[in-house]
């Protein structure tokens, strides 16, 4: 079971969460203010962090941002009262892995919690990433999370990391858009395919030389992506 953190200023929300998913058999700590929340999120024994958009002090996008900064592996699930999409997406694209939208039933977030942690260990512990991939200048530990650019390390988040893992087992394979919601993010995900192309974006300007002409991650006009055979 995980080590979860839950930053929610609503006591009510964050009680009933944290008793379900306690009840589930993590371990979960509840911090009801922005600021203290960044502090226990960056002190590293935690592997998902269920995070609130509207907090005071430090609000949940700028947790997410610094969060995402020091501890790429984080998993983040983002929670909101704002149903617009561009507070969706923007929450998306700073680096949050997965969305939720109050009011929300406890079991969704128990669903949607299980379903990132089985992600994770999916790609931590399949068999066919269990190898080290060198293809050019880019290393991939599958095990160990690790890539590299000519022996530097690259920090990439939870998803970004998902996201090149899904390429580099399939190379010369062409994923659609929606192919790579449902891959990445998770079957009946209801996400933006704009999504797919920020994540692409930010994946590319941190392990190609040049990003507008890519090595790795590259662009088939009017079907997708794939990654270099």
Same mark, same amino acid.
């Given at each position: 079971?995980?080590?979860?953190?839950?930053?929610?200023?609503?006591?009510?929300? *964050?009680? $009933?969460? @944290?008793?379900?998913?306690?009840?589930?058999?993590?371990?979960?700590?509840?911090?009801?203010?922005? *600021?203290?929340? $960044?502090?226990?999120?960056?002190?590293?024994?935690?592997?998902?962090?269920?995070?609130?958009?509207?907090?005071? #002090?430090?609000?949940?996008?700028?947790?997410? /941002?610094?969060?995402?900064?020091? %501890?790429?592996?984080?998993?983040?699930?983002?929670?909101?009262?704002?149903?617009?999409?561009?507070?969706?997406?923007?929450?998306?694209?700073?680096? =949050?892995?997965?969305?939720?939208? !109050?009011?929300? @039933?406890?079991?969704?977030?128990? *669903? /949607?919690?299980?379903?990132?942690?089985?992600? %994770?260990?999916?790609?931590?512990?399949?068999?066919? $990433?269990?190898?080290?991939?060198?293809?050019?200048?880019?290393?991939?530990?599958?095990? %160990?999370?690790?890539? %590299?650019?000519?022996?530097?390390?690259?920090?990439?988040?939870?998803?970004?990391?998902?996201?090149?893992?899904?390429? *580099?087992?399939?190379?010369?394979?062409?994923?659609?858009?929606?192919? $790579?919601?449902?891959?990445?993010?998770?079957?009946?995900?209801?996400?933006?395919?704009?999504?797919? #192309?920020?994540?692409? #974006?930010?994946?590319?300007? !941190?392990?190609?030389?040049?990003?507008?002409?890519?090595?790795?991650?590259?662009?088939?006009?009017?079907?997708?992506?794939?990654? =270099?055979?």
């Amino acid at each position: 079971m995980a080590a979860i953190l839950v930053v929610e200023d609503d006591k009510d929300i *964050a009680g $009933l969460v @944290s008793l379900h998913l306690r009840d589930g058999g993590h371990e979960v700590t509840v911090i009801h203010d922005g *600021a203290d929340g $960044l502090d226990e999120a960056l002190s590293g024994r935690y592997e998902l962090l269920v995070l609130d958009l509207m907090l005071p #002090n430090v609000d949940g996008l700028e947790l997410c /941002r610094h969060v995402r900064t020091k %501890k790429p592996d984080l998993l983040i699930l983002m929670l909101t009262a704002k149903t617009s999409e561009i507070d969706r997406v923007l929450g998306l694209e700073i680096g =949050a892995d997965d969305y939720l939208i !109050k009011p929300f @039933s406890i079991r969704e977030v128990q *669903a /949607r919690v299980k379903a990132l942690l089985r992600r %994770k260990e999916k790609v931590s512990g399949s068999p066919e $990433l269990s190898s080290h991939l060198v293809v050019g200048e880019l290393s991939i530990d599958f095990d %160990k999370h690790e890539v %590299k650019l000519a022996d530097e390390t690259v920090s990439l988040t939870a998803k970004e990391f998902d996201l090149l893992a899904q390429f *580099a087992k399939h190379p010369g394979k062409v994923y659609t858009r929606t192919q $790579l919601l449902d891959l990445v993010w998770g079957s009946g995900y209801e996400g933006f395919e704009h999504t797919v #192309n920020s994540h692409i #974006n930010r994946l590319r300007a !941190k392990i190609e030389r040049d990003p507008a002409d890519p090595t790795f991650i590259q662009t088939v006009w009017g079907v997708g992506y794939k990654f =270099a055979s």
